[in-house]
């Protein structure tokens, strides 16, 4: 298994940035924070090998061994805000598909499954430091995690790609930040829906502890998820939790 090296990533990027390769930290995503607040420079990004308090939506446990976890720091901008955890699946997906030679499916809203098991999850933060306003993308990947390596309750729905990790952080920086720098709504729509689980998926809508099954009938112009429930209503979900009954 091949072992990240910053100079190897530094030297397939598109442009410069300030990266740092950590052997272990808490959270990518915190270590960030920290430092927006200590007058970090935008895209200012750290990739670790191993978080010990790697976490997800509303704080769950993101196992974080053997896979390859990354944050960057960004700007704020009105117009790409809403969608940055959009444009962040889209670019991990370019970036596997160029990479792995592999084809994600997106669940809606923030990982990504490849053979029925969950390979990627994002997590998305907001940071407010002097006043200014900045975001925080984490994207951690289980790229060329062992097999037998996942613990017992994950086994069943984690999997890994079988890639190389530096040039998969350089891909997914590339991609990410093309999408960013040069912000076209209607293309992060067409490359996200593209790339969903398709109408007609069988799912199950959370919402604390309710759980209501449901059926996918697409995404609407703001990418929100359309479900229809099985007494007939019809709802938008513009964030939530949604788990799929079948293997994606």
């Given at each position: 298994?091949?072992?990240v090296?910053?100079d190897e ?5 598109e ?5 740092t ?13 920290v430092a ?8 200012t990004?750290?990739?670790?090998k191993r978080?010990v308090g790697?976490?997800g ?5 993101f196992?974080?061994e053997g896979?390859l ?13 809403p969608?940055?955890?959009q ?10 598909e160029?990479t792995a030679?592999v ?6 809203v ?19 430091a002097?006043?200014?306003?900045r ?5 951690g990947?289980?790229?060329d ?16 790609v ?6 998969l ?9 093309a ?7 209607e ?8 790339r969903?689980?398709?109408s ?9 502890e ?8 697409g ?8 479900v ?21």
């Open positions: 298994m091949k072992e090296n910053r990533i530094i030297s397939l990027l442009r410069q940035i300030d990266l390769v950590l052997s272990e930290t808490v959270s990518t995503n915190d270590d960030l924070k927006a607040r200590e007058g970090a420079a935008d895209y990004a750290l990739v670790a978080q790697g976490r939506r509303d704080g769950r446990r196992f974080s896979g976890y990354l944050s960057i720091l960004l700007p704020w901008r009105d117009d790409s805000a969608y940055l955890t444009i962040a699946a889209v670019a991990v997906a370019l970036a596997l160029s030679q084809t994600p499916t997106i669940k809606w923030n990982d990504l499954f490849w053979k029925g098991k969950k390979v990627c999850g994002i997590l998305t933060e907001s940071v407010v002097e006043g200014t306003r975001t925080v993308v984490g994207i990947v289980n790229a995690v062992p097999e037998g390596s996942f613990p017992d309750d994950l086994r069943s729905i984690a999997g890994s079988p890639v190389d990790k530096n040039r952080a350089a891909a997914i920086l590339n991609r990410l930040l999408l960013f720098d040069d912000f076209s709504p293309r992060v729509k067409d490359e996200y829906r593209a969903c689980f398709p007609g998926t069988r799912l199950i809508v959370v919402k604390g309710t759980e209501r099954e449901a059926t996918a009938c995404l609407d112009d703001s990418l929100g998820l359309v229809k429930y099985e007494d007939g209503t019809i709802e938008t979900l513009i964030s939530g939790e949604v788990r799929v009954k079948a293997a994606l």
